[in-house]
Nanobody, 118 residues
Framework: QVQVVESGGGSVETGGSLRLSCAAS????????IGWFRQAPGKEREFVAG????????RYRDSVKGRFTISRDNAKNAVYLQMNSLKPEDTAVYYC???????????WGQGTQVTVSA
C-alpha cells in the first residue's frame, strides 16, 4: 500500500522559516515523482514546487521563487521543502504528492498546516 506522509508544518512569524519533509513508500517512484502543493482557505489547491518529469530540474511557482527550495534524498524516497522568508500569504495546508506519470498525482499525503502571522 502506497503511503505519502508529510511533516514539519507549524506556526511562524513573517520572515521565519520552516522545513517540510515528505516520505513516500509502498512502491518505487521516479526520482522526479514527488512534488508539493498547497491550499489556502477558500482557494483552490495550487502547485508549489517539484521536479520536471523529464530532466529533473526543480521548478517553482513564481510567488515562492528565491524563498523556497525543494530537495530530495533518492535513497529514502524523501523530498524536502525549505521555506524561508515566509509571508502571511504562504499560510495554507501543504500537501506532498507522488505521481506515476507526467500529469497524474494519484498519491497524496494528509497535509500539514503552515501558518505565517504578520
Amino acid at each position: 500500500q502506497v503511503q505519502v506522509v508529510e511533516s514539519g508544518g507549524g506556526s511562524v512569524e513573517t520572515g521565519g522559516s520552516l522545513r517540510l519533509s515528505c516520505a513516500a513508500s509502498g512502491r518505487t517512484f521516479s526520482r522526479n515523482a514527488i512534488g508539493w502543493f498547497r491550499q489556502a482557505p477558500g482557494k483552490e489547491r495550487e502547485f508549489v514546487a517539484g521536479f520536471n518529469w523529464i530532466g529533473g530540474s526543480a521548478r517553482y511557482r513564481d510567488s515562492v521563487k528565491g524563498r523556497f527550495t525543494i530537495s530530495r534524498d533518492n535513497a529514502k524516497n524523501a523530498v524536502y521543502l525549505q521555506m524561508n522568508s515566509l509571508k502571511p500569504e504562504d499560510t495554507a495546508v501543504y500537501y506532498c504528492a507522488a505521481r506515476v506519470s507526467q500529469y497524474e498525482y494519484p498519491y497524496w499525503g494528509q497535509g500539514t498546516q503552515v501558518t505565517v502571522s504578520a
